[in-house]
């Protein structure tokens, strides 16, 4: 399952209709918090995420997913701000950004999670 957090709705379409045409699980929500239940209740082998959100930045659901225990997720951030992932991400994607970028990190943590299980 890839966990999907970006509060642009027209955005996390495109993310939901690129990965799920591709035969992945795809788990969407619009903020921060719905992330954080999310993971509460699975670990995603991909989560993408936001940095730029109302009320619940990017930063801040990276600090909360250090402190209870879900800081093992690859995390690829989005943002049109910055090309510099955070130390606790695994890769960057910089608004616009490029479906066979996102589709090859997808690839890379997804496809392994599943064929290990």
């Known amino acids: 399952m890839i966990l999907v957090v970006e509060d642009d709705e027209d955005v996390r379409e495109l993310l939901e209709i690129a990965l799920r045409g591709r ?3 795809v788990v969407s929500v619009a903020n921060g918090s719905d992330a954080i239940a ?3 209740k699975e670990r995603p082998c991909l989560m993408i995420l936001d940095m730029v959100m109302p009320s619940m930045t990017g930063w801040d659901v ?5 402190t209870d225990g879900h800081g ?32 090859e ?9 599943a064929a290990t299980r």
């Open 23 to 25: 035969g992945y699980v």
């Open 62 to 66: 990276l600090a909360k997913m250090r």
């Open 38 to 40: 999310a993971l509460e």
């Open 105 to 113: 990190l997808a690839r890379r943590y997804c496809d392994h999670a």
């Open 72 to 103: 093992s997720v690859p995390v690829c951030v989005i943002s049109a701000l910055s090309k510099e992932p955070p130390p606790d991400a695994v890769a960057s994607l910089t608004k616009p950004f490029d479906i066979k970028n996102l589709v």
